[in-house]
């Protein structure tokens, strides 16, 4: 008997033994393979951070102009025939770009700095210093019309602006959760509206930290004024006069199934088939469309494929297309009314776009359901880049894309390398897991080899007593 256990025991430790080496080189296989793909990535993956890796772009009608922020701001400006007309990176972070009236070639932008020396306009860096300036993109002149520092860099900086008159522009300033006229010759505040006002600190983002994260402003031209609250999921109408019109407000706290944590709002009025406001509905991945019927808002378009991955700005455009920045998608798209992509450029992480020529935002646009628009969600975008390995690896990333929590998937891709797309994605969620599962493999086998094992918290059996004998280990 003793000698049959004996030479049990001794087939099963060969058995595991064999069990085990095979499962430690599949793994590192793996990890190699995902190692060699994310390497590939990293050499061939589009960056922007200099001009010379910025892509052109197809021949289209005007010139398209786009900003950038991440790791590092752009802002890049293509010429009709798709060649890169202007660069220019010299600011930490780029944000809101609108055109200039009846100037054609020239911009007005805002950027921020973040500071980290110490200064007389920052006690206690990081700082932000946030600007705005003209670029006219064929000269490449720089002209500053801006500055004004704030004291901290965590949601300090602006977002967006709109100019009002020559001295005039109406400010959406994240870091006092409020919007406000300033005029520019002599600093003063002609105006402004506050989000506390209106809407309690225990909802949206943490207060006073981050807690509305006002990421737009819009002056309509009825005089009202339309704000974006981004950490309450909601775009509000404001009059100047009398303050929030509630009954107009699109979206709820929390109501994700409207809008989770849009971006740049436009408003179509009544003469070009609104009222609408077109949307990018960033954290759900796509951009929508809502229309004002009996004095309700009703989607009426929305659209996605399945490589759209936080969108954040949807201008209409008079030729009836909508221009898209897919900032974690990488790109910048014109769709047409059928839903089909019919211009398309690479970038590392677009954040606003206009085709310049034709009006601020979506000013020249109609609205999706007078349009004809078709809605389309999760449609195919042609795989991870062309190679089966590429379309192999944008598939497990939309797997992993569909288990996490978007912000978790944003945030990853955000910090990330700036060549990271989708197929790098899906090759850095394989390399994670299997060095997950290998490293709990190891430690449940180098513990097992001290004699100890581990149960879980669960028993089988009606009784979890004490000499109840079954043990359930973990596998
Ligand atoms: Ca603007
Ligand atoms: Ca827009
Ligand atoms: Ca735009």
């Not at 309450?232 to 407000?249: H, R």
């Amino acid at each position: 008997m003793n000698e049959r256990s004996g030479v049990g025991e001794a087939f099963d430790r060969v058995r595991s033994g064999i069990t085990r080496r095979r499962l430690r080189v599949a793994c590192l296989v793996v990890l190699l393979l995902c190692g060699a793909y994310l390497a590939y990535g990293a050499m061939t993956g589009i960056t922007t951070a200099t001009e010379a890796g910025v892509p052109e772009a197809p021949p289209t009608e005007n010139h398209t102009v786009v900003t950038e922020s991440a790791k590092f701001g752009t802002i890049i400006a293509y010429a009709p025939d798709g060649s890169v007309a202007y660069y220019n990176n010299s600011h930490t972070k780029y944000f809101d770009v609108d055109p200039v009236e009846n100037e054609s070639l020239t911009v007005e932008y805002v950027a921020v700095d973040t500071i980290h020396t110490e200064g007389p306009n920052c006690a206690s860096p990081p700082c932000s210093r946030n600007v705005i300036e003209r670029a006219n993109i064929s000269t490449g002149e720089v002209e500053r019309v801006l500055t004004r520092y704030d004291h901290r860099e965590n949601a300090a900086e602006w977002h967006d602006h709109v100019r009002v008159d020559e001295d005039h522009v109406v400010i959406a300033d994240m870091a006092d959760n409020q919007v406000f006229m300033l005029d520019t010759e002599t600093g003063v505040r002609e105006w402004a509206w506050n989000a506390q006002s209106d809407f309690p600190v225990d909802e949206g983002g943490p207060y006073p930290g981050d807690w509305a994260h006002i990421n737009d402003v819009s002056m309509l031209d009825d005089g009202r004024v339309m704000v974006s609250l981004r950490n309450q999921d909601q775009v509000v109408f404001i009059d100047p006069e009398t303050g929030l019109d509630e009954s107009w407000t699109l979206g709820a706290e929390g109501a994700h199934d409207i809008q989770y944590e849009q971006h740049n709002p436009d408003y179509i009025p009544e003469e070009r088939g609104g009222p609408a406001v077109v949307v990018a509905d960033s954290e759900n991945g796509r951009v929508e469309e809502f229309q004002r019927e009996d004095g309700e808002w009703v989607r009426t378009w929305e659209w996605s494929d399945d490589r759209m991955q936080w969108p954040r700005d949807a201008d209409r455009l008079p030729n009836g297309n909508t221009l898209i920045t897919d900032t974690n998608g990488k790109r910048l798209i014109e769709v047409n009314p059928e839903g089909e992509i019919v211009w398309e450029v690479e970038l590392s992480h677009p954040y606003e776009a206009e085709r310049i020529e034709t009006g601020d935002e979506s000013a020249g646009g109609h609205s999706a359901q007078s349009l004809g628009y078709e809605s389309r969600t999760g449609g195919e975008s042609g795989g991870g880049g062309g190679s089966l390995a590429a379309d192999a690896m944008a598939e497990i990333a939309d797997v992993v894309r569909g288990l996490l929590p978007s912000r978790v998937t944003n945030a990853i891709i955000y910090i990330g390398p700036v060549w990271m797309g989708r197929p790098e994605f899906g090759a850095a969620s394989i390399a994670v897991l299997t060095g997950l599962a290998w490293g709990a493999a190891e430690t449940r086998w180098a513990l097992r080899s001290r004699g100890i094992g581990f149960r879980l918290p669960v028993y089988r059996g009606e009784s979890a007593g004490e000499g109840d004998g079954e043990e359930t280990e973990a596998e």
